[in-house]
């Protein structure tokens, strides 16, 4: 076993940052990070021999560990001195998550300030809106620019339509489009570099309309997801276990389905950083590669590559992985490898469309797989929406009427005795909302026999998502609509957010129809 010389060692020679992020860790494995950068960790151990806790902090990070000594006091006066330099600077949850959104300009100056530095403040004002998508409409008489926030659309200033040539342009240069046609389809990547070194991504979809083009621009957050894949995204222990346990499975089928735009391929992402790389073979089929990480063998298949998703699994399937990351599947063909991959011992992980775990074993049924295929390779679907988060500053209270309170007792919910109503302020523009909260279904088919039995006699003549829906309710299941009544009680949204996935109208919730 090699030595390792134990060296003087004191608060500053530690990573605050990376240290306020693993505090619990740190404590719990007595260890500091002295150095982070990529995928490796600088870790200051107190018992640096110790391979168990060199192998749960690989865990917790999912970083390459390079140790050396220190002494115990010296570990508990740094650790107590970052302590307390963490308590005085870090503010509540109430003041990070009421912070003031971006101001939206009254109009784009086009004339005064040029159509780069336009297009520059319109990607930076959707990046911190925590926007999905920038969109650009050419109409008429005008350009109508608006956002993609939490599945809703939220429309923003216009452009004058003699200038949205201008700016068209700005983005397909820097996306390295055309800009010369306008009777095509175009797609390309951009990096838009904004304040405090950070950079917005873009992937650019451009197609001809009866009236010029239109621009979607789909807004990725690179540094922050990589953040994010250090924590899985559950908040809910019981769905945070589940989806620990399906994890560490060696084979299995795991889905992300929902809308576009509402965070599965983000929630995928995070299940894989979860996963001890070092041990892992881990790789990506990606129809495109929204953004890269730098652990992960990422393969981009589909228009312009000459691979389908069909054919890279099965080269895949030759390179050894462990763990295989589909970014959707979405025909008979995909579908198919990704139940044999199951069969030959692979951890899958894919999104689909569909609107729920229910649904998810329906769209596998009409693109040609058997039950039994969906029995045996099925571990978990998650079914997620991203809901508008109201302003903590300025939520108003109020007392559930009939309609709110015989919602709560349908999902078998205790009625709060206060709900909470959007109102207005300067920290979330006037809006009563800021941010967006993600919430979960989990379909786990293991979970009961009677419901695996369920889905493995499952056939395209025979299946019903009704009565499929009333057993697994019946088990315990628990929809993605009882679990934002959980966020509404919470007051974390108000009750109309979540009415919006509600597939029963209220009022015949309270006809008891």
């Known amino acids: 076993m090699p030595e390792f010389p134990k060296i003087d060692f004191c608060s500053g020679d530690a990573d605050p940052e990376a240290y306020a992020e693993l505090r619990d860790a740190c404590r719990r494995l007595r260890f500091l990070p002295s150095f982070r950068h990529g995928i490796v960790l600088e870790a200051a151990m107190v018992e640096p021999a110790d391979e168990a806790a060199v192998a749960a902090i690989r865990q917790v990070t999912h970083q390459e560990v390079r140790r050396f000594g220190i002494s115990r006091d010296d570990f508990e006066a740094a650790a107590a001195e970052l302590d307390a330099s963490i308590s005085g600077a870090r503010p509540s949850a109430e003041e990070a998550v009421g912070c003031a959104v971006p101001c939206c300009p009254q109009a784009w ?14 990607v930076r004002f959707a990046f911190e809106s925590g926007a999905s998508d920038l969109l650009l409409d050419d109409q008429e008489g005008w350009m109508e620019v608006a956002l993609k926030l939490a599945g809703k659309k939220q429309i923003l200033p216009p452009v004058d339509r003699g200038d949205s040539a201008a700016l068209l342009k700005v983005f397909k240069e820097t996306a390295g489009l055309s800009t010369h046609t306008v009777t095509r389809w175009q797609s390309g990547f951009a990096a838009v570099p904004l304040e405090d070194g950070r950079r917005a991504d873009l992937r650019i979809e451009v197609s001809p309309t009866v009236h010029g083009e239109s621009l979607v621009a789909r807004i990725q957050d690179r540094e922050g997801q990589l953040a994010r894949m250090r924590h899985l995204p559950f908040s809910d222990p019981s769905q945070r276990l589940v989806a620990q346990a399906c994890l560490a499975q060696d084979q299995g089928l795991v889905l992300a389905c929902g809308p576009t735009g509402h965070g599965k391929t983000s929630t995928l992402y995070a299940c894989l950083g979860h996963l001890d790389r070092s041990a892992l073979n881990i790789r990506t089929l990606e129809d495109p590669v ?9 393969i981009p ?31 008979r063909s995909a579908a198919q490898a990704c139940a044999e991959a199951v069969d030959t011992g692979h951890l899958i992980l894919a999104t689909v469309h569909a609107r729920d775990g229910v649904g998810a074993v329906s769209r596998l049924l009409d693109l040609g797989l058997t039950g039994r295929q969906i029995s045996a390779a099925l571990t978990l679907v998650i079914g997620q929406r991203l809901l508008r988060r109201l302003c903590p500053a300025c939520r108003r209270p109020a007392r559930p009427n009939p309609l709110e309170a015989a919602h709560f007792e349908q999902h078998r919910l205790p009625v709060p005795e206060v709900l909470y109503l959007p109102g207005g302020c300067p920290r979330c523009g006037g809006l009563g909302e800021r941010g967006v909260v993600p919430v979960f279904e989990f379909f786990h088919p293991d979970a009961h026999e009677e419901l695996g039995e369920a889905v493995g006699r499952a056939s395209r003549e025979n299946f019903s998502e009704r009565e499929l829906r009333r057993l697994w309710l019946g088990l315990g299941g628990s929809p993605l609509v009882r679990e934002g009544l959980k966020l509404v009680a919470a007051g974390q949204i108000a009750h109309g957010e979540i009415l919006r996935h509600e597939r029963t109208p209220p009022g015949l919730l309270v006809s008891g129809a």
């Open 109 to 122: 100056d086009i004339h005064q300030r040029g159509a780069r530095e336009v297009a520059i403040e319109m």
């Open 290 to 298: 929204e953004f890269t990480v730098p652990w992960i063998t990422q």
């Open 301 to 331: 298949v589909g228009a312009g590559t000459g691979r389908g998703f069909e054919d890279g699994l099965k080269s895949l399937l030759r390179q050894a992985p462990h763990v295989i990351l589909m970014g959707e599947i979405r025909d």
